[in-house]
């Protein structure tokens, strides 16, 4: 039987597409044959944002890009900007950046496990996944007063200390996360339904997702050992036991194991880093800081100078963000703000794999596919 | 279909039942957690950045909190004689930089983020809203 | 004996004794007839009315249970626990806007928000509620229901075609497939109670469920088709359109497949359609396996009474099931469930046919 192709245009609004994201589908009845996508519905020009702020004002900004983990974007501009001044950083700073770092990572895969199930039909989890994340995010307001536009780090430390009962409020979130994790695993892992939308679905082999430069859980659902804590360490990441989770199977549901075993892992991360907190500054009192305001009324917030000259030159750091590589390129004309800001996000390098995974498939496969390489539009458009 | 015949049992969707059968009625620790809103609010942390305010008596009006910020949400206008920040909040990223850089501690952000609005004019925040007097103990 | 509803009136009435005067009012004038159309124009109205209310507390029921699994309260501002909130919605929706989009086919457009009430309320009719709580008793009640319950994808089809987007047309089409697919397991399962019972009048079903075995198990057709009870359950959760084979919306796949450009009233009409399917279907279940209205008599309480409050319980212990499915599962792919249709419960059902007339010819059932 002769059948017209069908050009169907999925999104930019579109229940499934997690933001404004258009796919334009080549269809022959319900198999995609040609998937064409068409990013830039929230672009905001984050990078030349970079270049017109000075180093310390362009910190908000990179709330914005993933906002879902907010705190990794945070900690990767920090870092570079750290790296091209060569500033030091306080021991008590690196572990509260990398505390929160990895409650982000739990906080962001809590979401995606609830967006990815929504996505397959099954309503319930995406309220589990909010209900813990609420617990993360009322930490996080003790702890810096935002929720999700955090701006917590500061160049060489971060802005606040722990709060009083912070820790065992922490503690008390770990232990109700490990008990959460279980109610998880009973409803999705075993479904048989689950499994059928799930395995051999959305198939992307090692090397082709190399080639296509994806990074992260997804790359390592690939069965790639690639995680940058473990490859190029930083922070305090070499003092800490953990492990990168790898899954061989390069299907969707390997995706979707390696963020649930992910968020374990990162809850061990958790209670260590909480467990052996070192006392000391919080904010680097070398040479560009100026230790806590003396008297001031409240002494927990630190200073930084507003005004700061890094030396001329440029850097390109990585960091492991929930969602893969995150890189900050930043060039530094020895003025106070940056002549060049270049994000490498993992969401936009992750998403252009996805017509890769899906040709051949059917819609409700791009839908599982998709939602398993986790994006976030505001990091795919900057 | 092999599937049917590996899975006629459907294990998986039975615990999964369970699960759900544990929440409806709310056995071994699963409350139900959300609060009614409008009628009923929950509890701020104490570092919470919400809507400014500034101490009448510690401002200086110099101006620093206005070239600290970085969306230009500030300006400095004159006001009984002296000179206060106003703040635009329909442009304001709830940052906390005019916080930190606020060389008196004028600058404080907390409690109110009900702060929608029917219009533009009534996000701008003069310093007829946001000074406060503080209170001296003696 | 009392056969259906209009009899039970006319028995009610000639009980207390006004039924004579009345009848003879109208013979006087030679029009006794009116006499039969307004009882039977009052027993529509009592169950449009029950059907109406049941499906507004359906959907309060479903959106309650559906905030306990996910640890919300759900609707909790109007009425008692937000148990008028559909009417609140109902309100709300009768007050937006009626959108017909432009290269819609307005005719069909409109009609077919209404053609979907039809069968949904026509499945009623040889729907026993009770020992004698039934509009018509039709010798070919069961075939009736089947073929009526069929007729919803042409409404469904009529919209998908008439809003003249490609994810409506989708979705309609995907409905059409299912439907297909699923009523002949449906019917092929029930054939097998039927030729257990020799009668496809519902009353007839129900009346060889009534008593027990050994004075505990209830003589179901559960226990007697335990087979034909799973293919004739999942068959009837597809034909009511729920996750997980709910193929016609899926929302997160299609926006909202064949609904997704209607709103305000013919929206609710929808809503409404797909909660009195849901009772509909979860009575027939109830009539053929689960009993129907049997249930130990008690003392005092007259049986129509008992019968009735037995069937809502078990009815709603059917759609207390699907919900709770709902809540836990995700959707399947729609070719997923077509494999499963055609190659799994058709196969199994004309097993299940074959064993059952096999043992009745035999003579061991």
Redesign the interface.
């Known amino acids: 039987m002769e059948t017209d192709e069908?050009l169907?245009n999925m999104g930019p609004v579109?229940?499934?597409t997690h933001g404004v994201l258009r796919f334009k589908l080549r269809m022959d009845g319900?198999i995609i044959r040609d998937c064409e996508i068409v990013m830039g519905y929230l672009h905001r020009g984050t990078e030349k944002l970079g270049e017109m702020k000075t180093y310390l004002q362009f910190i908000p900004y990179t709330d914005r890009l993933d906002y879902l983990s907010a705190m990794p974007n945070n900690y990767a501009y920090v870092k570079a900007v750290e790296e091209l001044a060569d500033i030091e950083v306080p021991l008590r700073a690196e572990y509260i950046r990398v505390l929160t770092l990895e409650l982000n990572r739990i906080i962001n895969h809590l979401v995606f496990m609830g967006s990815l199930?929504?996505?397959?039909?099954?309503?319930?989890a995406?309220?589990?996944g909010f209900?813990e994340r609420e617990k993360a995010l009322q930490l996080y307001e003790m702890l810096c007063g935002a929720r999700m536009t955090f701006s917590y780090m500061r160049i060489g430390g971060v802005r606040e200390d722990l709060p009083e009962g912070f820790i065992p409020k922490l503690n008390d979130f770990i232990k109700d996360m490990e008990k959460r994790i279980v109610d998880y695993e009973q409803?999705i892992n075993g479904?048989e339904?689950?499994l059928?939308?799930m395995k051999n679905i959305g198939v992307i082999n090692a090397d082709e997702a190399i080639n296509y430069g994806m990074t992260g859980p997804s790359l390592r659902g690939s069965g790639v050992n690639y995680d940058i804590r473990k490859l190029e360490p930083y922070s305090i990441y070499p003092d800490i036991d953990f492990k990168a989770c790898v899954r061989k199977e390069c299907d969707s549901y390997a995706r979707y194991l390696v963020r649930m075993d992910e968020m374990k892992e990162s809850l061990h991360i958790l209670r260590q880093v909480a467990d052996t907190m070192p006392a000391g500054d919080i904010i680097t009192t070398q040479k560009y800081g100026i230790a806590p305001m003396t008297g001031a009324p409240s002494a927990v917030m630190t200073y930084f100078p507003r005004i700061f000259t890094p030396p001329v030159g440029e850097v390109y750091t990585r960091t492991e963000a929930p969602k893969g590589e995150l890189g900050f390129y930043v060039v530094s004309d020895g003025t106070t703000k940056p002549y060049r800001v270049k994000i490498r996000s993992p969401s936009f390098c992750n998403l252009v794999a996805l017509p890769k995974m899906i040709v051949g498939l059917?819609?409700?496969?791009l839908?599982a596919a998709f939602g398993t390489i986790d994006i976030v539009l505001g990091d795919v458009d900057r | 279909?092999a599937w049917?015949s590996k899975n006629w049992a459907m294990t998986g969707?039975m615990k999964?039942?369970i699960?759900?059968?544990k929440?409806?009625?709310?056995i071994g620790n699963?409350?139900?957690?959300?609060v009614?809103y409008p009628y009923e609010k929950m509890k701020l942390a104490p570092r919470f950045r919400g809507r400014h305010s500034v101490d009448q008596d510690a401002c200086i009006g110099c101006g620093i909190c206005e070239v600290s910020c970085p969306n230009g949400t500030i300006r400095i206008v004159k006001y009984n004689g002296r000179w206060f920040p106003e703040f635009n909040l329909g442009m304001c990223l709830f940052c906390g930089l005019c916080v930190d850089a606020c060389p008196m501690n004028a600058i404080k952000m907390n409690g109110g983020y009900e702060l929608a609005n029917y219009s533009r004019e009534s996000l701008v925040y003069g310093p007829e809203r946001i000074l406060f007097k503080k209170e001296v103990n003696k | 004996m009392i056969a259906n509803a209009y009899e039970l009136v006319v028995y009610i009435l000639s009980a207390i004794g006004i039924y004579d005067p009345i009848n003879g009012f109208f013979q006087n004038y030679g029009m006794e007839y009116l006499l039969r159309i307004i009882i039977i124009v009052v027993e529509i109205v009592v169950l449009l009315v029950f059907v109406l209310l049941t499906v507004m507390f359906l959907s309060w029921l479903e959106r309650k249970?559906?905030?306990?699994?996910?640890?919300?309260?759900g609707p909790?501002?109007t009425g008692p626990h937000g148990l008028f909130q559909p009417i609140a919605d109902g309100i709300k929706l009768v007050g937006k806007e009626d959108i017909i989009p432009a290269g819609a086919d307005r005719w069909i457009f409109t009609l077919a928000p209404f053609i979907i009430f039809v069968p949904a309320l026509l499945v009623f009719i040889p729907l026993p509620f009770g020992d004698s709580l039934i509009i018509s008793d039709l010798r070919i009640g069961l075939l009736y229901i089947i073929a009526i319950s069929a007729l919803s994808p042409v409404s469904i089809l009529l919209a998908g075609w008439a809003s003249n987007n490609?994810y409506s047309l989708?979705g309609a089409m995907r409905a059409v497939a299912q439907d297909i697919s699923y009523t002949i397991p449906l019917a092929l399962a029930a054939i097998a109670v039927v030729l257990y019972v020799g009668s496809l009048s519902t009353v007839d079903i129900v009346r060889a469920q009534e008593g027990t075995w050994f004075d505990i198990i209830p003589r179901w057709f559960i226990f007697v088709q335990p087979l034909a009870f799973i293919l004739f359950l999942i068959a009837s959760i597809a034909e009511m359109g729920r996750?997980?084979f709910?193929f016609q919306e899926?929302?997160?796949?299609?926006?909202a497949g064949f609904y997704t450009e209607y709103s305000g009233m013919k929206f609710a009409m929808y809503f409404l359609g797909e909660y009195a399917h849901m009772f509909a279907v979860s009575g027939v279940i109830v009539t053929v396996f689960l009993g129907g209205w049997t249930g130990p008599v008690l003392p005092f309480i007259p049986v129509q009474i008992t019968s009735l409050v037995y069937f809502i319980i078990k009815t709603y212990a059917v759609i207390f099931f699907a919900m709770?499915?709902?809540?836990?599962?995700?959707?399947?792919?729609?070719?997923?469930l077509l494999?499963?249709g055609w190659?799994?419960m058709i196969p199994l059902a004309l097993l299940n046919l074959l064993v059952t007339s096999f043992l009745l010819t035999a003579g061991v059932v």
């Open positions: 069908l169907l579109h229940p499934a319900e199930i929504l996505d397959l039909g099954a309503n319930t995406i309220m589990w209900r409803l479904n339904i689950f059928l939308r059917k819609i409700p496969d839908i | 279909m049917i969707i999964g039942l699960v759900t059968l929440h409806i009625f709310h699963r409350p139900l957690v959300t009614q | 249970m559906f905030a306990w699994v996910q640890s919300r309260y909790m501002i490609k989708m996750i997980p709910d899926s929302e997160q796949e299609l926006v709770w499915l709902r809540d836990t599962v995700p959707r399947m792919r729609i070719d997923q494999n499963l190659k799994i």
